[in-house]
């Protein structure tokens, strides 16, 4: 990047002065030491760790990684997890170990609807790339989008009617005030009889509590979970020990560091220009 001078944040030193800088759950220090930062680039998707942290000046620009190759590893991993719960892998996975040749009846792509909680970027290549494979899919989100194959629930009130005709249910919504807690007792057991969840957002739009008695009781059949509460999730935690649940460590879709440079250095050069740049955070909104 001929023109800018990079450097590495050194709390010790003396500020750099940097007007950018790029960050991943920066130390509140970083906004007390270089007072001059005009943007911070978010070296990930969600920014709702930064937005809790009142020590980042309001004129600071916040910016999200846009895709930057992450919406296809998320389409992959709920592909993956639709894949292996409606093509019953895992008894097959069963029947082997028990050198049983299991001539179940087959399954029907129909008894699969599937929901897509949040259609931005990532969310949309989730809803498409199911839909392509020919699954029944909807997606939800604030306002209506036309995606081709995918139905569109919009707002709050459309949340129950979407929820009601969803068996696997695949969340991608940014984390803010309004979408804290959403998968719970009260949304999950809207959803279809045996049904599944995926959560590649965030933890706590999950209440974990609700979803550990509801498996319990029978009320949910599975989960595929990415994201908790405490990361790493604390050894003690219900979820690595039920059978139902398939636990990942945050790895759905990784910051791609080629990918993520080359948006970057795009977008910095984009504002040297004084051109508007996409993906700025709306603070209000919360993403
Ligand atoms: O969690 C990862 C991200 O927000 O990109």
Known sequence: MPGCRISVWNPDGPPSGAE???????PVQLFQHET??????????????????????DHVRIVR????????????????ALLRVSRDFEAFDQAQARQHWDTREG?????????????????????QTLAD???????????????????????????PEFLGRTRFLVNVLPLTPDTQGILNRETLSRLLP????VNVGRGEHLVEDDLVQMLEEGEI??????????????KDHPFWHDPRVHVTPHIAARTLRDESIAQIAGKVAQLKRGEAITGVVERSRGY
Not at 41 to 56: C, Y
Not at 109 to 114: I, K, L, N, Y
Not at 136 to 152: F, L, M, N, T, Y
């Open 194 to 197: 045996g049904a599944h969840l």
């Open 221 to 234: 059949a599975g989960a595929t979970l990415d994201v908790f509460h405490t990361e790493p999730l604390p």
């Open 107 to 127: 399954t029907r792509q129909a008894d699969w609807p599937v929901g897509v909680l949040g259609l931005g970027q990532v969310g949309a290549r989730v809803a």
């Open 36 to 57: 001059g930062l005009k943007t911070l680039f978010n070296l990930g998707a969600g920014v709702d760790a930064l937005l809790k942290m009142p020590e980042i000046p």
């Open 133 to 159: 494979f020919g699954y029944p899919v909807a997606g939800w989100s604030r306002s209506p989008r036309q995606i081709p194959g995918v139905e569109s629930f919009a707002g709050e009130a459309a949340l």
């Open 65 to 80: 990684l846009e895709d930057a190759g992450m919406a296809v590893q998320m389409a992959e991993y709920a592909l993956y």
């Open 20 to 26: 950018v800088a790029l960050v991943w759950r920066p």
